[in-house]
C-alpha cells in the first residue's frame, strides 16, 4: 500500500512549518520528526532552537542534512513505529546537496540533485506511513543575482514540480493562512 503524500509550500516565514506541523499532528499517529538544516551561524542555531521547541515531545527527530533517503530508509524498515513522517524542509536539503558539490556544473548538479529526490519519492511511495513534505516556493522570489543562488532556485522548482506531481495534497501558506492548490 503507498503512502499518502502532502506537500506545503510558502515563503520564508510564511507559517508553512507550522501548518504542516498541524497536519502531521493531526495524523494521530506516532510521527518521526525529520530536519535537514546544519547549525552553521549564531541565527540558524535560533531558529533550529525555536524549530524544536515547537514540535510535540512525543515526537522522535532526525537530522539529517544530506543522506535523507538512506535515513528516512532505515527508520521505515517493516516494523516500524512512524505511521507519519514530517520532512522540514526540502529546500534546505536541496541547498545542503548543492553546497555538498558546488565545483559540479549546473546540470551535474540538477542530474544528481533530481536523482536522488525521485529516490526519496520512491521511498514514500513504497512506505506505509503518511509523509508531510515542507518546503520553500522559490518560483515567486527574485532571480538571485549570483550563479549558486540561480542553480539552487532552479534546481528547487523542479525538485518541488516532481514532490508536487507525486503529492495526493499541496498546500501554500502565506502569510500563515494555508490554501489547498491540489487537488
Sequence with gaps: MASRLVLVLGGVRSGKSAFAERLAGDLGQKILYVA????F??????????HRESRPADWSTLEEPLELVERVAEHLKEGHPF????????DLWVANLI?????ETKE?????VAAVAQSLLDVIQR??????????????SLVPSDPLGRRFQDIMGLVNQRAAAAAEQVYVVVAGIPAIIKP
Excluded: C, K, P, Y
Design 36 to 39: 535537514t538544516g546544519v547549525a
Design 41 to 50: 551561524d549564531a541565527e540558524m542555531v535560533e531558529r533550529i532552537r525555536r
Design 83 to 90: 505511521g507519519g513522517v514530517l520532512i522540514d524542509s526540502l
Design 99 to 103: 553546497l555538498e558539490h558546488e565545483q
Design 108 to 112: 551535474a548538479a540538477e542530474a544528481r
Design 127 to 140: 512506505s506505509m506511513a503518511s509523509f508531510v513534505l515542507v518546503s520553500s516556493e522559490v518560483g515567486n
